[in-house]
T-cell receptor, first 112, second 109 residues
């Protein structure tokens, strides 16, 4: 069966510090991968998605970036965090039926 | 671009039926998905409609009218564990979804 991992579960970082969030998927090959951010009590905002190694589509211009160094690994990064980067970051994967996405447990980021 | 509208909050009693509506505006449309998210948890997939009509999965059903750009999620025999946020999401092109802002469902005794 397929499993998606995200870490860390929670993170408190000062403004201006770098960020690296990692997501890995097990039990499937060539998944579509997604990074979302969710502000408290709000909807899911798609940040990046990838259909293959090294292929990244950015949905929202901001100080975040994403990389996919391996087939089942998706990394979200920032060089300098802003207060507005606080939120619940969710990684998801899908097969060819991208309408059905499977989410990881999420990382709750607080920028202070 | 895409935009979706859902009510922000719905309250119902245990055992009742509740309907959560979703209207959308998209430049392209392939289908409407529904997801459930409990507080502090990750969203989970509930259903998908590509064609007009009703799709039933146990206590949950989802409806789509493409001509009206409208869909709804119907929850029957409500249980306390159904208290959660429900999101509609549109497949409008590309391998991605656009999510609505979510409806918080509160089930009361």
């Amino acid at each position: 069966s397929q499993t998606i991992h995200q870490w860390p579960a929670t993170l408190v970082q000062p403004v201006g510090s770098p960020l690296s969030l990692e997501c890995t998927v097990e039990g499937t090959s060539n998944p579509n991968l997604y990074w979302y951010r969710q502000a408290a009590g709000r909807g899911l905002q798609l940040l990046f998605y990838s259909v293959g190694i090294g292929q990244i589509s950015s949905e929202v211009p901001q100080n975040l970036s994403a990389s996919r160094p391996q087939d089942r690994q998706f990394i979200l990064s920032s060089k300098k965090l802003l207060l507005s980067d606080s939120g619940f970051y969710l990684c998801a994967w899908s097969g060819t039926q991208f309408r059905e996405q499977y989410f990881g447990p999420g990382t709750r980021l607080t920028v202070t | 671009g895409q935009s979706l509208e859902q009510p922000s909050e719905v309250t119902a009693v245990e055992g009742a039926i509740v309907q959560i509506n979703c209207t959308y505006q998209t430049s392209g449309f392939y289908g409407l998905s529904w997801y459930q998210q409990h507080d502090g948890g990750a969203p989970t997939f509930l259903s998908y409609n590509a064609l007009d009509g009703l799709e039933e999965t146990g206590r949950f059903s989802s409806f789509l009218s493409r001509s009206d750009s409208y869909g709804y999620l119907l929850l029957q025999e409500l249980q306390m564990k159904d208290s959660a946020s429900y999101f509609c999401a549109v497949s409008g092109g590309g391998n991605k979804l656009t999510f609505g802002t979510g409806t918080q469902l509160k089930v009361e005794l």
